[in-house]
């Protein structure tokens, strides 16, 4: 679950400001404007009542895209020819020819190597105005689409210069940015570095997520006490970036303490209690959940889809279906376009109630209200048919997502592929891998080759597990050991005492920087089944510097006995 920052809010305050000083200057116009209607007879020639409504409401509209400055200038300037830069957004829109503007330069640099700083530059050289309320939504927009680097140029633009009053919130949002760009220890410093006066609610709390952030508790809670010294605790958002750093780390025991200290300075927000909840689904506690929510309920704060998210999953793992369908039925009243994430989660519920028809229905509703999905929700659509044992339904939907989706991404083919495979049904699993992933153009993936090797190996086709195995290990930069697979092709070659394969897995073990002991004794069982002797084991174990245990001096000791076998030696 993602929490919304408090730095991204603080970052309209500059633009809200300005914005509420302008509506009160152009005020006394509107108020003069309809005493004027109000005494005026039905018609006034070519300027009627009601268009000088229309004005009135135009000129309050126009506070939105101006500046002060360029508000005062605008009124000077014939409207035959606007002041360069002046265009508003309005009119952009209602040409209908998509005119650049500086967010759509900046969105477009997609590269990182390329500079916002000289494309600010650049703008204003053309004559164009660069707004304060302006670049901060750009960087809000850049933050969401996660391109730090930009948004952090931008921000760096904006210290340097002087017609550009920053706040607070700024500032925070300019810390948070260098800590995701360049680490903890420069934001840290940024942190140090500003003025006294700077160093405020905002920036505190900024910090204070850099550290939740990097699983930091020493820090966090250092710094949590000098923001109670200060005062800066008179809301719960600090506290809720405690309980999230608290349950990712699993220190639950820390929770009510920090409950404790939240309720004393200011009231939970939907924020706690939802991380509250979530901290009962870990333990699988479903009296507090009940608790919580009288609690909620009690303080009168409305409930989001989240928080009967968390409590019908609860109530799932505990069998109490009719309690999981009614909560669920409550989620979806608190599900609107704005959360879309939210029908995915829906979904899944539905489909752990076993009821197909809900499913139908909300994905109906999904592409009814959404121009286009995206691969995550045809992907939790799938795994949601293959669950429901609606496998060739589960096919039509990937089907419909080749014809849509330009990604390419092997996760959402996967899916079919594993449900073949768990199937036993590996001709099956064989002919869509190839004509529905391979000629396709789908790069298969680790899982893609994992799941592969799993279905050859209950199938005995040795050749075909090494073969994918070792595609497996090869299809990423570095891999992360998974014991069970090695187990499961070590098992294999042992049954059928396969020595030559067994060696050649320990040199795919070995160039992906995976050889220990265990492994080697693997492969020393595989020899005492082939009834074979391993030539210089000692040697290469201390080459690949891997020590010796009780269980590998035995298993040398049983094969010594052997007949010599030249397979290690050859390879």
Not at 433 to 449: A, D, H, L, N
Not at 454 to 461: D, T
């Amino acid at each position: 679950m993602m929490v919304r920052t408090e730095t991204e809010s603080f970052s309209y305050l500059s633009h809200l400001t300005t914005s509420k000083n302008k509506k009160q200057q152009l005020f006394p116009l509107i108020c003069n404007l309809r005493q004027k209607a109000a005494a005026a007879p039905l018609c006034l020639g070519l300027l009627t009542v009601e268009a000088m409504l229309r004005l009135g409401r135009r000129s309050l509209a126009a506070v939105r895209y101006f500046s002060a400055t360029a508000v005062a200038e605008a009124s000077k300037v014939p409207a035959s020819s606007p002041a360069p830069g002046a265009i508003t957004i309005a009119t952009r829109k209602n040409t209908g020819t998509g005119k650049d503007t500086l967010g759509r330069r900046l969105l477009s640099l997609v590269y990182t190597k390329r500079s916002a700083v000289i494309t600010i530059k650049k703008w204003k050289e053309e004559g164009h105005v660069v707004r304060k309320y302006e670049l901060n939504r750009i960087v809000r927009e850049l933050r969401k689409l996660k391109r730090y680097k930009h948004a952090l140029e931008v921000c760096e633009w904006m210290t340097l210069q002087q017609d550009i009053k920053l706040v607070e919130g700024d500032y925070a949002v300019h810390l948070d940015l260098i800590a995701k760009v360049r680490g903890i220890n420069s934001a840290e410093k940024f942190f140090e570095d500003l003025p006294d006066q700077m160093k405020g609610q905002p920036t505190c709390t900024a910090l204070l997520h850099t550290y939740v952030q990097h699983k930091d508790s020493s820090k966090a809670e250092a710094l949590m006490a000098k923001m109670s010294e200060c005062g800066f605790l008179k809301y719960p958002l600090p506290f809720n970036h405690m309980m999230s750093l608290y349950i990712s780390n699993g220190q639950l025991q820390k929770l009510p303490g920090i409950l404790h200290e939240l309720k004393k300075n200011t009231s939970p927000d939907i924020v706690t209690y939802n991380l509250w909840l979530t901290a009962c689904n870990s333990q699988n506690d479903i009296i507090t959940a009940e608790k919580i929510i009288l609690e909620l309920k009690k303080r009168k704060v409305d409930p989001d889809w989240v928080t009967f998210s968390l409590l019908t999953s609860l109530y799932l793992k505990n069998s109490r279906h009719e309690d999981a369908s009614l909560s669920v039925k409550e989620m979806e009243k608190r599900v609107s376009k704005k959360v879309r994430v939210a029908y995915s989660s829906i979904i899944s519920l539905y489909t752990s109630l076993g009821k197909k028809e809900y499913v139908d229905r909300i994905w109906k509703k999904m592409k009814s209200t959404f121009r286009k999905l995206n691969d995550a929700e045809y992907n939790c659509m799938i795994s949601s048919m293959i669950k429901l044992n609606e496998l060739k339904e589960a096919e039509n939907i990937y089907t419909e997502w080749e014809s849509v989706s330009i990604t390419g991404d092997s996760r959402v083919p996967n899916l079919i592929l594993a449900a073949y495979i768990n199937k036993n049904e590996m001709k099956m699993a064989e002919n869509f891998f190839e004509k529905r992933m391979v000629e396709k153009g789908i790069v298969p993936s680790y899982t893609s080759w994992e799941l592969l090797t799993y279905g050859y190996v209950h199938e005995k086709e040795m050749d075909k597990v090494l073969e994918c195995f070792k595609k497996a290990i090869g299809s990423v930069k570095k891999w992360d050991p998974d014991e069970k697979i090695v187990r499961k092709v070590y098992g294999m070659l042992e049954e059928y005492g396969n020595v030559e394969g067994a060696e050649q897995v320990l040199v795919t073990l070995r160039d992906a920087g995976y050889v220990s002991t265990e492994i080697y004794n693997l492969v020393l069982k595989t020899y005492v089944k082939a009834g074979k002797m391993p030539l210089i084991v000692g040697e290469r174990m201390k080459k690949d510097k891997v020590e010796l245990n009780d269980e590998t001096y035995q298993l040398i000791k049983v094969t010594s006995k052997m007949c010599v076998s030249e397979v290690s030696t050859h390879l």
